[in-house]
C-alpha cells in the first residue's frame, strides 16, 4: 500500500448504459493540492461524487484514507471511523 490519502484503481462508472468513466486511476499524498479540469461532460463531478461516497463505482476500487471502497464492500467500522 502506498502512502496515498486517496487512491482510485481502475474506477469505471456508467449512467443509464452511457460510460461516463473508464479505467480511472488517481493518487493524492497528504498535504497534496489536485485540480480536476476538463471539458462539460467529461466526469470531473462524477469522479467528485465518488470520492465523496455519493455514488459507488461500476468497477474498480477506491481506497480513502487505507479503508478499502468499492461497489460491493460497506467498510468496515474501524474505517468508517477514521473517515471522520
Known sequence: MSDAMVELHSISKSFDG???LGDISLAVADGEFVSIVGPSGSGKSTVLRLLTQALRPD???????????????IPSPSCRNAMR
Open 18 to 20: 452511457m460510460k461516463v
Open 59 to 73: 468497477a474498480g476500487t477506491m481506497l480513502l484514507r487505507a479503508c478499502r471502497w468499492n461497489r460491493r464492500r
